[in-house]
Nanobody, 123 residues
Framework: QVQLVESGGGLVQAGGSLRLSCAAS????????MAWFRQAPGKDRDFVAT????????VYAESVKGRFTISRDNARNTVYLQMDSLKPEDTAVYRC????????????????WGQGTQVTVSS
């Protein structure tokens, strides 16, 4: 059974930084892709970033490109989301997800999800 556990959320002022972590367990993650999505109150879930477990290739949402960086540590089965230059509109619950296949920006293609971690950016 795949388990994903996020950590690292919190309250930060605009312009600040946070690093989210997602620890994965339950099976090997070769040939998989991991992603971060976010959902603000009253809004749909949005894609943030995804990374290929095998070659480290990445895709970002336009809204976070240049500010957020997704990375992975294969030895620790952990994916990170470094968030810099945070804005109030980045406030949301951030969830990591995994799929066994190529990276995708479509949340419905991910099979396993973490519980989420709250990120709040004050102005």
């Amino acid at each position: 059974q795949v388990q994903l556990v996020e950590s690292g959320g919190g309250l930060v002022q605009a312009g600040g930084s946070l690093r989210l972590s997602c620890a994965a367990s339950g099976r090997t993650f070769s040939n998989s892709a991991m992603a971060w999505f976010r959902q603000a109150p009253g809004k749909d879930r949005d894609f943030v970033a995804t990374i290929s477990w095998n070659d480290g290739s990445t895709v970002y949402a336009e809204s976070v490109k240049g500010r957020f960086t997704i990375s992975r540590d294969n030895a620790r089965n952990t994916v990170y989301l470094q968030m810099d230059s945070l804005k109030p509109e980045d406030t949301a619950v951030y969830r990591c997800a995994v799929r066994f296949g190529a990276p995708s920006v479509v949340g419905g293609r991910y099979s396993y999800w973490g519980q989420g971690t709250q990120v709040t950016v004050s102005s």
